[in-house]
Every structure is written in structure tokens, then in C-alpha cells.
């Protein structure tokens, strides 16, 4: 059972990565959140790995971080919530933000992630009242900022995203305009900042 991998980064794709370890290239599942925190083709990258395997197929699913991981499979314990569900949440909603979410039980959070309705959203976090989330410290003041997940940011990589670019390097883009231009920036010129680095 394959739980990490380490190696080069060869292709980045929307919903997934090819991590090439030893010679042979891996075909990994990923949120968008963790598609955001790696660095470009080409570049090293590590991931924790969660492994189904399946009569017909054997899937990778890779994880930046140990909490995501862990949300990961304690959401595929709720009815209806399959692998590509769970990264679709997990996209939309940090660690810290889902164990927030169930411990206040706010289904409306849960409603961000697509795919996930009103009945799925209460069920969701009805279901996870009680279960060992992980709690994630919060960032040190040094630590590099994380990809913006507000409505602002969210739109702008959606608006790169339609202009063809892939998720992952569109997160990264508008993440990287973010930190140059500061908090007091509208829609249009963060989608031109990201552009730029794009295009840097």
C-alpha cells in the first residue's frame, strides 16, 4: 500500500498530478488546495497518499498536509460522500474551516464545496459531530501566506481557469499577485496580476 511519495513534478493538471518516483510516473487525485501548495513542473514535490484500491482500479489520492488526509477519509464515512466528493470539500473548505464547521454544526459552510446540498451539508456534519477532526495550529507569523480561499480569490482563479490555464498554476498566479499587491485590490486587477505571473 503506497502512503508517500517523493519525486519530480511532471505534469499538473486540473483535479490531479503525474509524480514521477524512480523512473515511473504516478497518477495522483488532488484538492485544489493541495494543487495550489506545489511548485511547478519540474520541481520536487511530496505527498501523503491515500490508496484505494478497487476491483477495477487501483486510485492515488495525495494530500499536502496530514489533516487534510485525515478529513479525507473520515468524510468518506458519511453517506454519499465518495473520493472525489471529499476533494471537492476539501477544496473549498481548509481543514481547520470543516472541523469549525462541525463543531458549530453550520451546514451553510458545507455548501460551498460543489456538489454538496442541503441535505448532504446537514448529513455531513451531523454525521462528523463527535469524530476526532484534526485540530491544525495555527501558522507561524513567518509562514509563507496560504492560497487566498476568500470569494475574491476564489473568482479570480475560476476567471484564469476559463482563460485555460490549470487550476493548480491559476492558485498559485493569483496567490503570488495577492502577496505583490496587497488586500486592497478588486477582482480585474488581481485577475491582471495573476495574468502577469502567468506569464513571468
Known amino acids: ?9 511532471v505534469e499538473l ?3 490531479q498530478v503525474v509524480l514521477e518516483v524512480g523512473g515511473v510516473g504516478y497518477l495522483v487525485f488532488c484538492s485544489a488546495r493541495t494543487l495550489a501548495r ?15 484500491v478497487r476491483e477495477d482500479h487501483i486510485h492515488l489520492y495525495g494530500f499536502a498536509e496530514p489533516a487534510e488526509r485525515q478529513c479525507f477519509v473520515l ?24 472541523a469549525a464547521a462541525v463543531a458549530r454544526q453550520d451546514a451553510g459552510s458545507l455548501r460551498r464545496a460543489p456538489g454538496v446540498g442541503p441535505k448532504l451539508a ?23 501566506p496560504a492560497p487566498p480561499a476568500d470569494a475574491l480569490g476564489d473568482d479570480a482563479v475560476s476567471a484564469l481557469v476559463n482563460l485555460g490555464y490549470r487550476q493548480g498554476e ?16 478588486d477582482l480585474a486587477g488581481l485577475i491582471r496580476g495573476g495574468l502577469r505571473e ?3
Open 38 to 52: 506545489l511548485g511547478r513542473v519540474g520541481e520536487a514535490a511530496q505527498l501523503g497518499i491515500e490508496t484505494h
Open 122 to 144: 446537514a448529513r455531513i456534519v451531523a454525521e462528523l459531530k463527535g469524530r476526532a477532526l484534526p485540530v491544525v495550529p495555527a501558522p507561524a507569523p513567518s509562514a509563507a
Open 1 to 9: 500500500m503506497i502512503a508517500r511519495l517523493s519525486g519530480r513534478l
Open 170 to 185: 491559476a492558485a498559485l498566479a493569483v496567490d503570488a499577485a495577492r502577496r505583490k499587491l496587497g488586500e486592497r485590490i
Open 198 to 200: 502567468l506569464s513571468a
Open 75 to 98: 468524510l468518506q464515512a458519511v453517506q454519499g460522500v465518495g473520493a472525489k466528493l471529499a476533494l471537492g470539500i476539501l477544496g473549498a473548505l481548509a481543514p481547520a474551516e470543516l
Open 13 to 15: 493538471g486540473e483535479g
